[in-house]
Structure formats: structure tokens, C-alpha cells
């Protein structure tokens, strides 16, 4: 089963998050107090690992509302979830009518009873109305005053099991009344067969339903909230952990240190007789556990090649860690390490062990800011972690610049919240300054690290150029069309006014580059002044407009994408502001985002064409014959073709 979204409601500072698309790997990104931590608390209700309880009104009912209006039946949290195939077939043999099921929709409320589940996609349970009435019409027939007035219960077949037991109870009686006043049915006994098998097998699949539910609730992962990090220690006294387990007073780090030794392939029994038996194998083991636990840490910790190595003295199990890089490599327990890498180490070792058939093998893991005590870019190695090394679907919060996944910011969610909303969440990158800084600072880092690994650059106004370039480019790239060179960096630099700034950055490296601007009075103007600075020529510098083969006109990278596909976007990323509201773009204005800005401002709304962009790039994603109508990639491909025919010349700077 796989999350697909969810939505919050009555939870402490959560009066509604709105429904939140859930990925493999979700960020949750807000300023501090926002909320952030509400949200995977809440969502933890549904499937804890404790298991499904009633949730406490007083700690949990938002403080500003009446407690008095929480009921058991108050809302709390709605999921949406997808089957896989093989999930589908197992339905099926559980309920029938299941094996098409597309969506389920589950949900709980502050009741402790049970989460409700509902089915989408299914067949529907219909009668054959044509074949229930005739044989209804067969019995009210019979000159028999009982049946006539038992056949008169059945009602009509529009809801199922209604008729299905109302059926059943005047079939009931028609067999009993012709058994007592030995009425003859002639042709009415097939009529009353016909609608008891009707009646069973409705009723039968009512009963499927039920260990339809049954089943989805044992399949439904537990959700792992994991807020406070794991304790782990690098000297534990093995004897003593034995006595402890047999006692049951293992503490936290003993559960944890049992992982380490799942994890590193050991057996703490084993250890513990080899001690007398033959301790010659048992430091023999260390040594194969060291390696390996070794291996697994330089595969995920990329700031140092740091060496694990246990150490065996008589019953105490020691956890040591070096760089053997260094003239003179200093062995130190994991426990006066920093705490940056006993986090890591901690956490990489925990999820290992418990997602490895543990109890988070296929578990929905919630995540409260990790990687707190990380470097930055040791956060980026905890993403690539998340990435590689797990199959669980992830959920974590985060104000990080660096926790950001710019490699898939359609996984990033903001969270805001206000006095009168309380916590509520965005799909969309928007929120004040402070929710977006961490994402603005993550694609500033991204696009600094990137400007000078490219050996060409395209330099494009913004960051919306620069997804629509780059969604489009790869499905060029997949087609085998031409784009621009494979050494070729696609380069946003905020606004037209910055493309000198960066033009002049990046020429004194002689980095050959091409400036593309937008066709409007801006771009030329700018355009014009690189040229009289003589920091480019006239062969360095495109126009959007000159992939719609007229160089005059205004355009900007949005114009090139079909009007009606736009326009459909831009209805469909703002259908709730634009809820009871009909836009009305001026079509005398040139530029289709500046039309629509137009058009928001008639209706006193805001318009930020990043939202219709990020849909666009989604649905490349997705499914990009959805966006890629009209004359949309042939304008693209002219545009590329321009692009590559300018950069494989370019030079700085240029001359005769």
C-alpha cells in the first residue's frame, strides 16, 4: 500500500492542513512553531505502533475551540492510498468485486473504535432490475393474501443490501406461508429461487466487504514517528545486557545495541560462550563485523572514511571509531565521537536493522527534523540515504537549507501558520519570507554549485525558465532530439537585470556562455547594454521570441507552451482562490503570464506564475502528452536547436 495523500483536522494547532500529496520521500518545510511536528504527530494516529487507541480531547482538541464540540466522531485524519497489482489480486480473493479497486480512502476520528475504509474504483454491486421484477410480479400473482402482502415489503433494487434483507424476510415468509396453507406456487416457485440466490449473493458480498475492511486494516503500515534519536552506547558490558534482557529492564540503548549486532551479523549468545570456549573465533567475528559495519558507514557518511572497529575485552563489547587517514590515526569510542556522527551512526544503524525485516520493514517512517546535529553537506548525504538505502515510504520535517531535495522539489510541501488558520499546508512552494528562505537558499547552493562544473552555460532570467527548460530538455533528451550539449549548464540568475552580473562572473573563468532572455522591453534593453559593454556580442544573446519565428515580438518562456494548456493550468493550481470566480484574460496583451497577472488583479487576487510552472513540470513528470499540446514541444525544439547551434560557438569573448 502506498500513501498518495492525507489531511489533518482538530489537532492541537491544526484546524485544517488542506490535503497534502504524499511521495516516496515527503519534506515538510516550515519555520520554527509552524506546526511541522503537529502534522506527523497526527498522522501517527492512524496505525501506531502501540496500536489503535481513542485520542485524549484535552491534550489534543485545538485550545481555541470548545472542548465540548469534540465528539468521538470529530475528524482527525483522512488518507488516500494505491494497491499495488499483487495487493489487488490478494483483495480479490478476499471480495471479489475488489480486484479493481483503484483508491482507498481511510480515516479516523478521535473515537477509539475503528478507522473507517472505503473503497473507490470498484465494480459496483448492481441487480438485474428487469429480472427482480418479473419474478416479483410472478409472486404478487399468486391469489394468496400473505404472499401478496410479504411481496409487498420488497422495495425497489437501487440500494442493494436494503432490498438484499428486506428480500430475504418476504422470502421467508412466502416459504413459510406455502408450507402451512399448502399454496401451490406453480411457476412462482423458480420467481422465489431466483430471488433467494439474488438476496445470498448480495448479502454474501456485504459480508466480503467486511473482511475486505478487515484485511486493508492488517495490510495498513504502522507509522513510525521518530522524534527523539536514537541513544546508542560504544561500551556496553555484555554480561550485564544479558541479565538485563532476562529481567526485562533492557533500556533503550541495549534495544539499540541488539540492532548493532543484527546489523554487524553477530549473536550476542554466541559472544558471550565463545568468551570461555574459544575466543579466537570471537574476536575473528569482531573483525568480519568491523569490516562490514565499516563498508555500510562509508557508504552513507561521505564527509570523513572513518574505521569501525570492536573491540572485544573479557564480557565488554567496545564500539571504536578512527580516521585511518591521518599520520597517526587515534582510535575513539563511538560515545566521545561528535555528535554529528553518533547521530548518523545511531540512526543508520537503528533503520537498518529494524527495515530489514524488523518492525519498520514496511512501515511509513515520520521523521522530526533529522540530521539536526548534521554539517550541511553531511544532510545532503542523510537525503542520498533516504534515497538509496530505503524502500519505506518517508515523511520529515525540516527548516534546512539543506535537508531540501532540490533534485525533486515536487516532494517539497511548506507549512504556514496563522492566528486565525492555525497550521495549514501548501503543495506549492508558498509562504512568507522565513517558510521559503530554506528552499530559496537550497536552490541558491544548488545553482552555486553547479556554475562552474559546466564547461557552456545557458543563462536564463529565472527559475521558472529554468524548470521549463530542464523538464523539456530531458524528454528531448529521451525522444533523442538535440538539445543543448551535454557540457552545457542551464543557469538561472533571478532577473534579467543579474544576467550582466553573471555574465561578467562567469567570463573572467573564459566560460563560453549564451544569454537568453525574455522578448519583453526589458530583456532588450538589458541585451542591448551587454552589448555595448561589449561583454557579449550579438551571437551570445537569444531571444525566447525567435523560437516563435518572429524575433519582434514580446514573448516569454511561458508563450511557447499552448494557450489553452496554460490557461488550464493556471485554473487548475488556483481552483481554490479561483472557487465561484471566472478569470477573463485580455487577449490584446501579448504575453500569456502577463495576461493572466492582469486577469487576478480584476478579481483582486495575486498571481505567481512559479505555481502553474510547478504543475507543468509535475505532469512532465507524470505525464507530459497531458502538457505537450498544441505547438508546445515543436516551439521548444526550435528553441533548443537555436540554444545549441549559439553554444557550441560560443566564446568570450567573441570575435570576427
Not at 509552524?34 to 482538541?61: E, H, I, M, Q, R
Not at 557508504?299 to 572513518?306: I, M, N, T
Not at 525574455?518 to 525566447?544: C, F, H, P
Request: aromatic share 6%; hydrophobic share 40%; glycine share 6%.
Amino acid at each position: 500500500m502506498k500513501l498518495t495523500e492525507f489531511r489533518i483536522r482538530n489537532f492541537r494547532s491544526i484546524n485544517d492542513s488542506g490535503v497534502i500529496r504524499a511521495s516516496d520521500r515527503t519534506a515538510l518545510l516550515g519555520r520554527n512553531e509552524s506546526g511541522k511536528t503537529n502534522l506527523l504527530l497526527g498522522l501517527s494516529t492512524l496505525n501506531p505502533p502501540t496500536g489503535y487507541t481513542a485520542l485524549d480531547p484535552v491534550k489534543n482538541f485545538p485550545r481555541h475551540l470548545d472542548l465540548n464540540d469534540c465528539t468521538d466522531d470529530t475528524e482527525v485524519v483522512d488518507t488516500k492510498w494505491t494497491l499495488s497489482d499483487a495487493e489487488r489480486q490478494e483483495l480479490a480473493k478476499v471480495w471479489p468485486r475488489g480486484g479493481s479497486v483503484t483508491t482507498l480512502n481511510i480515516s479516523r476520528a478521535y473515537g477509539g473504535e475503528s478507522r473507517e475504509i472505503f473503497f473507490e474504483g470498484h465494480k459496483p454491486l448492481k441487480l438485474d432490475a428487469k429480472q427482480v421484477t418479473t419474478s416479483v410480479g410472478k409472486l404478487a400473482a399468486i391469489p394468496n393474501t400473505a404472499i401478496q402482502q410479504a411481496v409487498a415489503t420488497i422495495p425497489a433494487t437501487d440500494k442493494p443490501r436494503e432490498w438484499a434483507a428486506a428480500t430475504t424476510a418476504a422470502l421467508k415468509t412466502v416459504r413459510e406461508t406455502v408450507k402451512t396453507a399448502q399454496v401451490v406456487l406453480n411457476g412462482g416457485e423458480k420467481a422465489v429461487s431466483d430471488l433467494e440466490l439474488l438476496a445470498t449473493a448480495v448479502l454474501k458480498d456485504g459480508q466480503e466487504v467486511v473482511a475486505a475492511r478487515k484485511w486493508v486494516s492488517e495490510q495498513l503500515p504502522t507509522f513510525i514517528l521518530v522524534d527523539e534519536y536514537p541513544d546508542m552506547s560504544g561500551h556496553m558490558d555484555i554480561a550485564q545486557l544479558i541479565l538485563r534482557r532476562r529481567e526485562n529492564r533492557a533500556t533503550g540503548a541495549d534495544t539499540n545495541f541488539m540492532k548493532l549486532l543484527k546489523v554487524a551479523g553477530l549473536n550476542l549468545d554466541e559472544l558471550n560462550t565463545l568468551l570461555t570456549h574459544n575466543p579466537e573465533k570471537r574476536q575473528l567475528l569482531a573483525n568480519r563485523a568491523s569490516a562490514m559495519v565499516t563498508k555500510k558507514l562509508r557508504d552513507r557518511w561521505k564527509d570523513r572514511a572513518l574505521l569501525v572497529r570492536f573491540i572485544l575485552d573479557a564480557h565488554h563489547f567496545d564500539t571504536i571509531v578512527s580516521d585511518p587517514n591521518s599520520d597517526y590515526p587515534v582510535e575513539v569510542n563511538l560515545n566521545e565521537r561528535s555528535r554529528g556522527l553518533q547521530w548518523f551512526f545511531a540512526f543508520m544503524i537503528t533503520f537498518m536493522a529494524d527495515t530489514d525485516g524488523g518492525p519498520a520493514a514496511d512501515a511509513v517512517l515520520l521523521l522530526d527534523e533529522p540530521g539536526l546535529y548534521l554539517h550541511a553537506v553531511a544532510q545532503r548525504d542523510l537525503l542520498n540515504h533516504f534515497a538509496k538505502d530505503f524502500t519505506n515510504q518517508i515523511m520529515f520535517t525540516t527548516h534546512s537549507p539543506f535537508m531540501v531535495p532540490v533534485d525533486d522539489l515536487g516532494s517539497v510541501r511548506t507549512v504556514n501558520i496563522t492566528q486565525e488558520g492555525g497550521t495549514a499546508v501548501s503543495n506549492e512552494p508558498t509562504g512568507d519570507a522565513r517558510t521559503l528562505f530554506p528552499l530559496q537558499a537550497a536552490l541558491g547552493y544548488d545553482v552555486a554549485q553547479t556554475l562552474f562544473l559546466g564547461k557552456r552555460h545557458l543563462l536564463v532570467e529565472g527559475v521558472t525558465d529554468f524548470w521549463f527548460l530542464n523538464a523539456i530538455g530531458n524528454h528531448l533528451q529521451d525522444l533523442g532530439k538535440p538539445t543543448i550539449p551535454k557540457e552545457a549548464v542551464i543557469t538561472p540568475c533571478g532577473a534579467a537585470s543579474k544576467i550582466p552580473y553573471m555574465v561578467s562572473l562567469l567570463g573572467s573563468d573564459k566560460l563560453p556562455l549564451v544569454a537568453l532572455f525574455d522578448g519583453d522591453k526589458e530583456g532588450r534593453t538589458i541585451s542591448k547594454e551587454l552589448l555595448k559593454m561589449k561583454l557579449l556580442d550579438e551571437r551570445a544573446i537569444m531571444l525566447v521570441s525567435e523560437a516563435l519565428g518572429d524575433a519582434e515580438r514580446e514573448a516569454d518562456i511561458e508563450d511557447l507552451i499552448d494557450p489553452a494548456t496554460y490557461e488550464a493550468l493556471v485554473k487548475e493550481c488556483y481552483a481554490t482562490e479561483l472557487k465561484g470566480k471566472a478569470i477573463k484574460p485580455n487577449m490584446n496583451i501579448p504575453r500569456i503570464a502577463v495576461r493572466m497577472e492582469k486577469a487576478f488583479d480584476e478579481l483582486g487576487l495575486a498571481f505567481h506564475k512559479t505555481r502553474p510552472a510547478n504543475l507543468f513540470i509535475r505532469r512532465m513528470g507524470e505525464k507530459p502528452e497531458t502538457v505537450l499540446k498544441g505547438d508546445t514541444l515543436a516551439n521548444f525544439e526550435k528553441l533548443f536547436k537555436l540554444a545549441n547551434a549559439k553554444l557550441v560557438k560560443a566564446h568570450i569573448p567573441f570575435k570576427a
